[in-house]
């Protein structure tokens, strides 16, 4: 194997899967430190896609891109350790709403502050102009993704 055989590409999409990969396991393991053991990577994936409010399980399934029994293991195992639950819906009662207990409500508000707190380390790093041309540029990308081809 000859050196350029074995260096890595360095293009956006290498770049965004690490700093995503990076912000990921600073998420995870400040979570397990905030005392929610059972927070993982998979979980976390999860937990994005449920409204503070309540999501219905059909529409988290279509979110997640993965089969429905693997969504279906993840909710159970995450009701089973009392974060989720599954309520019907009122709108239509062959349906279930997925949403938060109180203690994964409790594990969503700290979320919420670690997520915080990984930014602005981010914002540390990089300096004000630099973080805010960052976040500037990612929402561009995102919003408009359907764009690009």
Sequence with gaps: MTKNEQTLPDHLGWRLWLANRQWQARFVEAMRRAGHDWFTDARANLLGHIARGGTPQAVVIARMGISKQAVQQLIDGLQGEGILERVPDPKDSRSRIVRHTAAGLRAMRDADR???????????????????????????????AEDVE
């Design 114 to 144: 670690i997520k915080r707190e990984i930014e602005a380390g981010y914002h540390s790093l990089l300096g004000a102009e630099a973080f805010e041309a960052l976040m500037r540029a990612l929402r561009s990308m995102t919003d408009k």
